[in-house]
């Protein structure tokens, strides 16, 4: 059981949205070397594949799976340039930093595109993207961040891809955060293009993303790539035809991820994994706002991901100071990624359960008295409905 590991301080718990704590079995995968070449190296490239279509419950005729090594913005970098022609037109719908990061992306890569902006706390609508498709014909595709954790949003998915469908556009997914801890089925739900990374909810180690892509769509892809190493078609070419990745495959990251896919569906797949995310979640809003603290959030809108809570209006908090005392004590956590106002996010995935989260709250609230602020002053002149 999750709860009851035991906590070493000398190895933090990490409270972000990944990289993020490992079970003893994933790191133990890490512990045996592997041919970047070898039949059986390939075998479980070609596994993992599979068993990431099936999480999606993407159909094998009319969708691929295609690995990327390097961050989650790696495998964004490939699936956009892949998926948009340079005369495509993409409306990125952003509210946070990770759809900033697409329309930079897309900026460089000299892509057109347009901009649905709505600020740090709230969603974008469907009525919004539905007005903004009827006024620009030359829209071709959207792009949306599913979980942006820059304030640990859960944005509209479904709804959003509904318009998208209706409207005849592409539309692209940045699931980074949310694959594998939210349910997310492009059968029900009409994604062309899913894109995660091996760190986040399935719990396995950094060094490579995914792409999960209509094939029609990876098709047109050939030769649009702006760079050698980033091309999606040539890597799922490569792979299709020798079972190999095109370049050095990060090996112990891909062992890794294959124990820590054999541990998800232990837990219950998708659904089990977001009801232990959920728990952490509520017992930590829970435990904070009984300190004082605000969520950025209204609940409606709070992901099992991470949350965000607004920093306390006392003058002796200090973040720098309260992230090092929480360190001291065996918690890593985020500081805010906010344009107009001071906080600090806490995540809720990785191998952590509601004892650890009960510890946690501990240790703030020690934290809190040993930096003298009032508890009493937690309470933020803003609240998530501002």
């Known amino acids: 059981m999750i709860d009851n590991v035991i906590h070493d301080v000398k190895e933090p718990y990490l409270l972000t949205p990944g990289p993020l704590t490992t079970s003893h079995a994933t790191k133990a995968a890490m512990m045996r070397d592997w041919g970047s070449w070898d039949e059986d190296f390939n075998q479980v490239t070609a596994s993992i594949r599979a068993q990431l279509l099936a999480m999606a419950e993407a159909p094998s005729d009319e969708y691929a799976c295609v690995p990327m090594q390097g961050s989650g913005t790696f495998a964004v970098e490939s699936a956009l340039a892949c998926a948009t022609d340079p005369n495509d037109k993409v409306l990125v719908l952003m509210n946070g930093a990770y759809g900033k990061r697409a329309a930079q992306l897309l900026d460089m890569m000299g892509r057109r595109y347009v901009t649905l902006d709505k600020g740090d706390y709230l969603p974008p609508q469907p009525k919004e ?10 829209i071709t595709t959207v792009f949306l961040v599913h979980c942006e954790t820059s ?29 594998g801890g939210v349910p997310i089925s492009v059968v029900q739900t009409p994604i062309d293009v899913l894109i995660s990374s091996a760190n986040k909810c399935i719990e396995g ?3 490579f993303g995914f792409v999960i892509i209509r094939q029609t769509l990876l098709a047109a892809g050939k030769g649009r790539a702006h760079s050698l190493s980033l091309d999606l078609h040539a890597q799922w070419d490569y ?9 050095t495959p990060p090996t112990h990251s891909v062992v890794a991820f294959q124990a820590a896919l054999a541990q998800h569906r232990e837990e219950g797949g998708v659904a089990g994994r977001c009801a232990r995310y959920t728990r952490n979640r509520d017992a930590l809003v829970k435990g904070m706002q009984a300190l004082g603290f605000s969520t950025l959030l209204d609940d409606e809108w709070l992901s099992p991901i991470i949350t965000t809570f607004l920093s306390p209006s006392d003058p002796a908090f200090e973040f720098g100071v309260f992230y090092a005392t929480l360190k001291a004590r065996g918690f890593l956590i985020y500081p805010g990624k ?6 600090f996010r806490i995540g809720c995935i ?5 004892t650890v989260i009960a510890q946690l709250l501990s240790a703030i609230q020690e934290a809190l008295t040993e930096m003298g602020v009032s508890l009493l002053a937690n309470l933020s002149a803003h609240s998530g409905s501002a």
Not at 239 to 245: A, D, I, K, P, V
Request: hydrophobic letters at 45%; aromatic letters at 4%; a negative charge.
């Open 129 to 138: 993207v539905a007005a903004l498709l009827r006024q620009d014909s030359e």
């Open 151 to 179: 304030s640990g949003i859960l944005n509209p998915l479904e709804s959003i891809a509904e318009v998208v469908r209706a409207h005849g556009k592409t539309l692209i997914v940045d699931a980074m955060s949310s694959f």
């Open 205 to 207: 180690v950094p060094g």
């Open 239 to 247: 792979m299709e035809r020798t079972g190999q990745w095109r370049f």
């Open 338 to 343: 906010l344009t107009e106002v001071e906080s």
């Open 350 to 354: 990785g191998q952590l359960g509601i």
